[in-house]
């Protein structure tokens, strides 16, 4: 049994105190909660190594209690010990991201020569966004080191006028290199990178460029199930960024946009699902009002890739993380066909799709969508430990032996029966 520091109770105490509050059994809360005894059984006790935010979270929405409430300062710990899929070395972005520095501050190792102008750089940039947006990870670890590294000796050598650019182009790649590093579950790199995002981005004056990097921070935030912090900081920074519409730039509008949709996603997750309706409502005017105009060729397709459909997509995660598998299917009826520029959200929205036919028994359905993003993205989807829930819960509900496609996608998640 885990042993915690005195004072910081365990998620399983936490449960256990909520779920005796509430006067329920274990097996009620389980019922209620759509999960096995087991599971409960097993939290309560801290004999589980790791636990999902989504079994966590239907635990809170059975106990009506925010599910910020069962995790507190217990997370961290276990999202270390969650089992992690490392296919791809991480060793040369490390040293870019934390790099080694003398007792003077220099840099143990320095670029050689004058790097590439700006354009050219911002060029190299767009090439590795879709490489990442085509989820082929591995060659974006590839670019991005030296990319990186090119970008922070142009920042060095800018003059006045260009310095504000360099660091708007070094908040980029940093962004963009924190986004890689969480889809790859490494979230402290994912942080320091961030932050670095961050310090480039103040420095640059470009307050569009600063509130991207902090819906990628929010997003970091999530996974590490720090919902509350997320869902403040995403609104907290919407509220400093409000657009007036009728002067608003597209880039302006989404990257209002994008901190409302991962604001309600943090809200969502947290139990609180009319705050975060009202947020994908007030994301649905921003995109609206964006229309056919697209935010300009500077940004990152984080920002280039805010729609309607984009916000649709939102919707329907936050049905899911509702445990509504019906209205999941209805409002996934009226998003576009994908893939979008954004991989990921396209990818994610699948998932959500995929969960909902699971839910409800329609095991073929279910596979066929977690099939065709294993041909569409296959490194995407080993990193997502919602895909092994949606294959445990397909082949949980399954009479006969799994399919050939099933067996292929639980070896692809990792999931083991």
């Not at 007792?103 to 590795?128: E, F, H, K």
């Not at 009728?246 to 997750?269: C, N, Q």
């Not at 060729?297 to 729609?307: A, E, K, Q, S, T």
């Not at 009479?399 to 292929?408: G, N, Q, S, V, Y």
Request: hydrophobic share 45%; with cysteine; charged share 25%.
């Amino acid at each position: 049994m885990t042993t915690k520091p005195s004072g910081e109770q365990t998620i399983g105490q936490k449960l256990r105190r909520h779920r005796k509050a509430s006067r329920l059994t274990q097996e009620q809360l389980a019922e209620r909660a759509g999960l096995s005894i087991e599971i409960v059984r097993k939290l309560e006790q801290n004999v589980r190594r790791s636990t999902s935010l989504s079994t966590l979270h239907a635990l809170a929405r059975a106990l009506n209690v925010s599910t910020t409430a069962l995790i507190g300062d217990a997370t961290e710990a276990a999202a270390r010990a969650e089992p992690d899929h490392r296919p791809l070395s991480l060793a040369a972005i490390r040293r870019v991201i934390a790099p080694v520095r003398g007792l003077d501050g220099t840099l143990l190792t320095s670029r050689v020569g004058d790097p590439p102008t700006l354009d050219a750089l911002t060029a190299r940039l767009r090439d590795v966004d879709r490489t990442y947006q085509r989820n082929d990870y591995a060659r974006a670890l590839a670019d991005l080191p030296p990319l990186l590294t090119d970008v922070r000796a142009a920042v060095d050598i800018a003059s006045d006028r260009d310095q504000p650019a360099a660091y708007a182009l070094l908040a980029r790649t940093q962004h963009l290199t924190g986004n890689l590093l969480i889809q790859l579950r490494a979230g402290d790199l994912a942080q320091t990178a961030l932050t670095g995002a961050l310090d480039a981005a103040r420095q640059s004056g470009d307050q569009v460029v600063a509130a991207t990097v902090i819906q990628g921070m929010c997003w970091l935030l999530m996974r590490q199930g720090r919902l509350a912090e997320a869902a403040e900081l995403a609104v907290s920074t919407a509220d400093q960024i409000e657009p007036r519409f009728s002067r608003a730039t597209p880039a302006e509008l989404a990257a209002w946009g994008w901190l409302l949709v991962g604001g309600a996603a943090a809200y969502a997750r947290d139990n609180q699902p009319g705050t975060a309706a009202d947020l994908v409502d007030a994301a649905q005017a921003a995109a609206v009002r964006i229309g056919e105009r697209a935010p300009g060729p500077g940004h990152l397709m984080m920002v280039g890739g805010f729609d309607p459909g984009r916000v649709q997509m939102a919707r329907v995660e936050n049905a899911a993380v509702a445990g509504d598998p019906g209205r999941v299917l209805d409002l996934a009826r009226l998003v576009p066909a994908g893939p979008t520029p954004v991989g990921s959200s396209w990818q994610r929205h699948r998932l959500d799709v995929a969960w909902a036919h699971a839910q409800r028994r329609a095991h073929q359905d279910a596979t066929d969508v977690l099939v065709e993003l294993r041909h569409l993205a296959p490194a995407w989807l080993r990193q997502q430990r919602y895909a092994r829930e949606i294959v445990d819960t397909i082949s949980d509900g399954r009479r006969r032996a799994m399919t050939e496609d099933l067996a292929d996608l639980a070896q692809v998640v990792g999931y083991i029966p």
